[in-house]
């Protein structure tokens, strides 16, 4: 698992660098709703902050920090999101020292800037999530 984080950390620059369009950075709060390894209501809490660059309309690399109150840790998470359509997108982050996650979400705007987005994401450890948040953008609002 080290060795895909590893490569996808090393990935990630060299599609930036290949960029020539307008860019966009987003900024996003996310919170757990449900997961599978949450026994009750408001037992523990998982959220994050993220951030995004956005270096086509399909593209965009991700990295933020999470905190999990059960484990009293922060991690880092960096990733990429891949958008088919303008509100879709498919995702894959790596939660440095613990786990890797594939998902998937829909980002609907609520204004110029501000988005909402819900997402569900599968852990390699065999957890899955539903996720919320809201985000701001920051640059071309037209790239997105």
Known sequence: MKLIIFSLLLSMPT?????????????????DLIKTDNHGFFEKVQGGLEGSYHFSRKFAATGGVEWW??????????????????????RIRGLLGKDLSLGAGFAKPLSGNFRIEAMGDLYFEG??????????????????
């Not at 109150?69 to 498919?90: H, N, Q």
């Open 69 to 90: 109150s059960d484990e009293g840790k922060v991690f880092v998470l960096p990733g990429m999101r891949f958008y088919p359509t303008e509100e879709a997108f498919v």
């Open 15 to 31: 599609t930036i660098c290949f960029s020539q369009q307008a860019q966009k950075i987003m900024v996003a709060f996310h919170s």
């Open 127 to 144: 957890h899955i999530t539903i996720r919320a948040g809201i985000a701001y953008g920051f640059g071309d609002k037209n790239l997105l």
